[in-house]
């Protein structure tokens, strides 16, 4: 059995490292894959498309994207899939527990040497702004998620419960927004010049055909609009301003819930904030909704990929010392690149 790139599963070449950690971080837009040997060093990264089991073609078709993250990464450490110890994926999709199954049962047969570990992305996030895994996340980019651990093991993550939630959601309702204005029934907006530029349109009506017509857009490219809402409403926009209010309040309100779920609330907790909508110019609002939300958390934005928290999983399953600060570092570099 074989990956993208054509490397086998059961042998490591002649002279190649072994023992090497892997962590991936995999979503509606890209899966980033990131290689580590003994000493915690980064020693090869690779990207791909989207892997989330609910919004490509075919399960297998999202298995494919992480195999081609995964090949690519140790392609630059000449090494092969023998050569992983231990290797935790962090997967959009990852929901449900049939889900989590046959993602781990079908990538352990890539790693026969190695321990492997599925979670849903939410729960990697969250290792990336709290290293020892316990606290809150919320992640804000093509979708929204949420998740939370207490220290004695016990998670829940929103999976399906938060499906209307991050860009493509804040984009789907500006869109209804600008819908309305354009027939009257709703408030003007800034939007809707901003909607029009976005996709390339010269009225509105072609927005709508564009995202309703046989074979349009896909309905996740309304996640194209979020950086136009959150500025928007940074200079004053009301609808746009009303956008984001509503998707801190929603996110929030999950955070909240999360946190009562596994037993942290009612004490403070990290609320670790992630994803691309929460990094971007303007976020200011959305998080502070988010943050007024969650009463008991304390807010620890990170600047790391949500890779590190995959990675920091799959390096406890080795049990090797780790200097957080190098790791820092190193982790910081990635997101540079």
């Known amino acids: 059995m074989r990956l993208a790139g054509g490397d086998s599963y059961e042998r490591v070449r002649s002279g190649e490292r072994t023992g090497l950690v892997l962590g ?55 090494a092969g899939r023998g050569a ?48 020892d895994g316990v ?23 929103s999976g399906w419960w938060a499906l209307h939630t991050g860009a493509w959601a804040m984009g789907e309702t500006a869109l209804q927004a600008v819908y309305a204005a354009e027939l009257g029934f709703g408030p003007s907006t800034s939007l809707t010049a901003h909607a029009l530029e976005v996709f390339g349109c010269a009225t509105v009506e072609q927005i709508l055909h564009a995202f309703t017509r046989r074979g349009g857009r896909h309905q996740y490219e309304t996640a194209l609009l979020a950086p136009a809402i959150l500025a928007q409403a940074q200079a004053g926009d009301e609808v746009a301003r009303q956008i984001v209010v509503g998707e801190g309040a929603k996110l929030g309100g999950y955070a909240r ?23 971007a110019h303007g976020s200011e609002l959305l998080t ?32 090797a010392a780790v200097d957080l600060s190098l790791l820092h570092d190193q982790l910081l570099d990635l997101h540079d690149s």
């Open 135 to 157: 606290g809150v996340s919320v992640v804000c980019g093509t979708g929204g998620c949420v998740a939370a651990r207490a220290a004695d093991g016990r998670s829940w993550h």
């Open 84 to 131: 992983v110890k231990a290797a935790v994926f962090s997967l959009s999709g990852a929901d449900w527990r049939e889900d989590i199954e046959y993602l781990e049962a079908t990538l352990a047969l890539a790693f026969p040497a190695a321990t492997v570990e599925v979670v849903n992305d939410a729960v990697g996030a969250l290792w990336s702004g709290a290293p």
């Open 257 to 279: 819930a999360a946190a009562r779920i596994v037993g942290i609330s009612e004490r403070p907790y990290p609320l670790v904030l992630l994803g691309g909508v929460l990094r």
């Open 24 to 78: 991936v971080d995999g979503g509606n837009t890209k899966t980033l894959a990131v290689v580590m040997d003994r000493g915690a060093r980064i020693c090869g990264v690779g990207r791909a498309g989207d892997s989330n089991i609910y919004s490509t073609v075919s399960p297998e078709a999202a298995v494919a994207e992480v195999e081609a993250a995964v090949a690519r990464a140790l392609e630059t450490v000449d």
């Open 288 to 319: 502070n909704e988010i943050a007024a939300a969650v009463p008991d958390g304390v807010s620890a934005t990170t600047p790391l990929e949500p890779v590190a928290g995959a990675l920091l999983m799959a390096l406890r399953r080795t049990h």
